[in-house]
């Protein structure tokens, strides 16, 4: 393993057979074509870049092997490993909290040791807890979905600048961006619109996977003061994969993300979250579903007038079980994907935005303005309120895009 982007991308490519995934039985063979993530490489090393040190583990149920154990009972068992503790992001180590929420600390009753709750802890109260673990190593091993506002990026930023300021080092074990890499989209963070959403001035659908954004994070914002940091990049995986096709064990990264199709429409509907209506939580089609009361079929047909590409709107009803609007009977529309190239789910969210405000009088954004903490500033919704179509709020972001754009090509480590 190596310290270097350069190194990283030779690792990236090289041929390997599939090696023992931990302590135990075997693993079983991997299927030609699958990609081989961090994790599943570290262990072919023989944990090389584990030796030695004490490990603090930051990972949830998606902290899988190929052959789907979880990276905590196979570091455990492994006697070349000094695991010593564990630490859950949002949603909890073993993902049981909902949004917003988390497990709390606790004791792991299949390791027996310590868990520590991360979520809601930044700079030195995050430093402390690491400290208290005993660790001099943190590895991160967590499924993104590849929107800014899907908060574990964020605390892998927030692990990176407490390790620094604990002393710790860091090892970032890579895996795909589930709905691909080859391009960014959507609005820029504003600084001043920062949150726990948007630490840093990053694309709402950044395209990168989390071993770029660790190494983005430490060139361009950490500058210097971040952590030593070392990643241990994929094999096999290339920018245009979609997850279906790395021939990897899919595990819900929470609650409300129970599929790939679900990540695939995320970034874009999530915005839905800053207004009044549903953005299909309580549902089996959490985002894949969007609406309220009082919504009926002419929103669909309006958002089909958009001609985005890629993607229809088919005419939804719904009953949230939990969430906004539980219990009661909501019209909306449905999103159906027909050509994962082509769709653009920032557009699509937009869009939708957009004609959501133009057929529906109950149309409001959330009084908190969340709106503004999603896209990273306020023009979004003030342009939107304007009456601004589509093409007037994508052009809005388009020069900051094209910035951040060229600054992530220095970062990215696929093909």
Known sequence: MTLSRRGLL????????????????????????????????????????????????????????????????????????????????????????QAGGSEGPGRDPA???????????????????FTAAGIDTLVFDVQDVGARFY??????????????????????????NPVGGLRAAGPVLERPYASFVGREPIALAHGMTVAELALL?????????????????????????????TGLPWVPPSPNVPTPDTALAYAGTCLFEGTVLSEGRGTTTPFELVGAEGIDRRWAEAANG??????????????????????????????????????????????????????????GWRPDHWIDRLTGSDRVRTLVDAGAGVEDVAGDWAAGLARFAAVREEYLLYP
């Open 306 to 363: 958009l001609g985005l590409a890629g993607v229809w709107f088919r005419e939804a009803w719904f009953t949230p079980a939990f969430s906004k609007h539980a219990g009661r009977v909501c019209g909306g529309v449905r999103l159906i994907v027909h050509d994962r190239e082509a769709f653009d789910p920032v557009r699509a969210g937009i869009g939708l935005l957009v004609t959501a405000r133009r057929v529906w009088s109950g149309f």
């Open 217 to 245: 994070f430490d060139g361009e914002f950490l500058k210097g003061a971040g952590p030593r940091l070392r990643t241990v990049a994929m094999e096999g995986w290339r920018r245009g994969s979609f997850f279906g096709e």
């Open 151 to 176: 908060t574990y990026v964020w605390t892998l930023y927030d692990c990176m600048r407490a390790a620094a300021l604990a002393g710790k080092e860091v090892v970032v074990l890579d895996r795909p």
């Open 10 to 97: 030779g690792l990236a490519g090289a041929a390997g057979a599939a090696g023992t995934v931990g302590a135990g039985a075997p693993s079983r063979p991997r299927p030609p074509g699958r990609v081989r993530t961090g994790c599943d490489r570290l262990a072919a090393d023989g944990y090389a870049e584990l030796a030695g040190r004490r490990i603090g583990l930051v990972t949830n149920p998606t902290g899988i092997t190929a052959d789907a154990r979880h990276l905590a009972d196979v570091l455990h068992a492994e006697e070349r490993v000094d695991l010593v503790a564990m630490f859950g992001p949002e949603h909890g180590f073993r993902g049981t909290a």
């Open 111 to 129: 390791t027996g040791l310590p868990v520590y709750d991360t979520y809601g802890r930044s700079g030195r109260a995050l430093a402390d807890l």
